[in-house]
Nanobody, 114 residues
Framework: VQLQASGGGLVQAGGSLTLSCAASGSIFRIYFMAWYRQAPGKQRELVAT???????TYADSVKGRFTISRDNAKNTLYLQMNSLKSEDTAVYYCNAAFGPIVSWGQGTQVTVSS
């Protein structure tokens, strides 16, 4: 599956953004999907996951502020980000996994100004 992330940008602290990840080339609905992020000088970290059955998990740092969702009819993964903080500044990557198959999107920059 090929992934194309979009929706990043510059936002003030307390604001909102919605990231999208468009998938193509395979059966999107069967994939376990996730959002990761990587801030400058830090390791890539898991932000949120969603199963093929739409069960979700979140990192403690984003719980209650971010919502991951998927639209299988549109082959698209979303990350709704509210109450953004400066520490949310990072490049955000979408990820798809099914058995040994793992794919990454190209990343989209989110910058939160304080």
């Amino acid at each position: 599956v090929q992934l194309q992330a979009s929706g990043g940008g510059l936002v003030q602290a307390g604001g909102s953004l919605t990231l999208s990840c468009a998938a193509s080339g395979s059966i999107f609905r069967i994939y376990f999907m996730a959002w990761y992020r990587q801030a400058p000088g830090k390791q890539r970290e898991l932000v949120a996951t969603i199963t093929s059955g739409s069960s979700t998990t979140y990192a403690d740092s984003v719980k209650g502020r971010f919502t991951i969702s998927r639209d299988n009819a549109k082959n698209t993964l979303y990350l709704q980000m509210n109450s953004l903080k400066s520490e949310d500044t990072a490049v955000y990557y979408c990820n798809a996994a099914f058995g040994p198959i793992v794919s990454w999107g190209q990343g989209t920059q989110v910058t939160v100004s304080s």
